[in-house]
């Protein structure tokens, strides 16, 4: 994508926010945009004959040994959602196959009938449900204790990017967006303007870290809102508690910086990660729904 494709999307992408509250694309998705597309990346743009503002954009992403997908129709044309999602859906489908098929994550906000009708069309089937949980900051003076059980430090990149990727990488390994990052996609993550190294907080054990905790702030939210954006505990040092600490000592670091909320996206099948959110007091904000199938080769 050039310069213009880019501002053209973006500003649909804003539209889009304003209607429905949430933005769309998720950080991935985003980012992918943002830099005008990287191997295993296609956006695909819809506009009306004889006009070049967009009226949809559908993008793809070649990720963890899958392909995640996004469409976003402009609030003024869902009324033909049916037509121009199944034309979106069609090409980028006509696209999966042409590059080897694979499996398919189409993300959906709020999921409508007609998001259910268009995914079996083309052999999607309800799959992961992510939820995005809410709590309360500070956090109650006993919860907010647990986090001091434990000692972080700031990320350094040219000290830790490459152990940073090995223990993401271990705690993800199954996962289709978090896995299998490189050192490209680190890279392109913290040359972003919202990233601040003493937002990651990393625990050491035995020179290595043993967990770690991503957070990022949303200055444009009212209340503040502040996220943990990735957090994993290294599967060599799991069963020690490292999960309930790390995640406490990210939302206090969030409250010393001035959150109101804190949140975070969580699989809705993980029960032990919930279960663990829930005794912190999160609470399920919303839901967002992927529609997944397996798309052949040509």
């Given at each position: ?33 943002r830099q005008g ?235 032990a990660a919930i ?24």
């Open positions: 994508m050039d310069t213009a494709d880019i501002q053209n999307i973006s500003e649909l992408l804003v539209d889009a926010e304003r209607a429905d509250g949430v933005r769309p694309l998720s950080d991935h998705l985003w980012l992918d945009l597309g990287r191997p295993g990346f296609i956006g695909l743009i819809a506009t009306e004959e004889d006009h070049d503002h967009p009226i949809a954009y559908c993008q793809l992403s070649r990720g963890n040994e899958s392909w995640s997908l996004d469409l976003v129709v402009h609030p003024h044309h869902r009324y033909d959602m049916a037509t121009i999602g199944n034309e979106l859906m069609t090409a980028a489908v006509d696209i999966v196959k042409s590059e080897g098929g694979g499996r398919v994550h189409w993300w959906v906000f709020e999921a409508s009938q007609l998001h259910r009708t268009l995914a079996q069309e083309f052999g999607l089937q309800r799959g992961r449900e992510l939820l995005q949980l809410r709590v309360a900051l500070p956090l109650p003076q006993p919860l907010a204790k647990r986090g001091t059980t434990i000692t972080t430090r700031p990320f350094d990149f040219p000290k830790d990017a490459s152990s940073w990727l090995e223990t993401n990488n271990a705690a993800f390994a199954q996962h289709p967006e978090q896995g299998a990052w490189e050192l490209d996609v680190l890279q392109a993550r913290i040359s972003e303007s919202w990233f601040d190294p003493k937002g990651v907080l990393i625990h050491d054990i035995d020179s290595k870290i043993g967990a770690f905790c991503w957070t990022k702030m949303h200055p444009e939210t009212t209340p503040l809102v502040g996220e943990i954006y990735v957090i994993a505990v290294n599967p060599a040092c799991a069963g020690r508690g490292l999960g309930s600490a790390i995640t406490v000592a990210g939302l206090n670091h969030l409250a010393a910086s001035g959150a109101d909320v804190g949140m975070l996206f969580v699989d809705a099948d993980n029960a279960s663990m959110y829930m005794t912190l007091g999160f609470v399920v904000h919303h839901t967002e729904l992927a529609f997944v199938g397996d798309i052949s080769t040509l």
